[in-house]
């Protein structure tokens, strides 16, 4: 392993992808497919619940539990207990828990996240990475390792970064079916990297959840100052996190601007 480590989440921190997904792909599916009664209310919920607050990008199982809470679904407590429970929030974790419980509920959540890939891989959507994160990658590979550690669809991610020649500036990728961010930091410092010695970038609190739950550094990308943000982290915050100073110093300030920006 490289002397730090940089872990960076993929949609809505590098990739201008999520806002698109969850408008087109990810809340219209889920009502389709579940037969929701009010598309329009779940839709709204859905965004909030996806986008715009502090559950902003959680793992797509646990956004359509919520979502499916919020309008008051019933018949889906062997979703809830699969997903409070697997140790992977992916498509092949929950096909070996439908070979021991082949409910309905578990069957249309699988249903739902394969039509996400299928739809996603046929989409001609042009998306694009934010402007900055191209120079912040590279920057980032000069002085460590560089992972992308997202929750989300391996395959599409790997098809994102290699179009837009992203894919030159990471070491390994880290998606859903590698397991739960948090558990990817953890096996870093199991294999002995220093947690002092590992940055997580992202923009939802999944992302600083996984970071500060194993004592590393996380840096915020702001939802709607994207830019800005990956400007900042070269400009003003990367030579106090490699020197040490970064947690002491302007952490807590990062980390408090990022929880307004999403109220």
Known sequence: MGNFIFCIDSDGAVMDTMTYKHEDFFGPL????????DPKVFQENWEQ???YTKTRGVNRFVGLVKALD???????????????????????????????NNSENL??????SELIN??????????EYFEGADHALKLLKEKGTVYVVSSANESAVKDEWTRHNLIQ????????NRGKKEDVIAEFIRNGQPSNRILMVGDSPGDLTAATS???????ILVGQEKESWNHLVDSELANILDGTYLKDNQKKLIDKFWSNLE
């Open 30 to 37: 889920a009502a389709e497919v579940f037969e929701v009664k």
């Open 49 to 51: 619940i996806n986008l």
């Open 70 to 100: 919020s309008v008051g679904y019933n018949n889906i407590d062997d979703l809830k207990e699969w997903v409070d429970s697997t140790e992977s929030l992916s498509n092949d974790s929950l096909k070996e828990k439908l070979k021991v």
């Open 107 to 112: 069957r249309k959540a699988l249903k739902w």
């Open 118 to 127: 299928s739809s996603l891989r046929d989409n001609k959507h042009d998306d």
């Open 169 to 176: 500036y990471v070491d390994d990728l880290y998606c859903q």
């Open 214 to 220: 194993n004592g590393a550094l996380f840096y915020p």
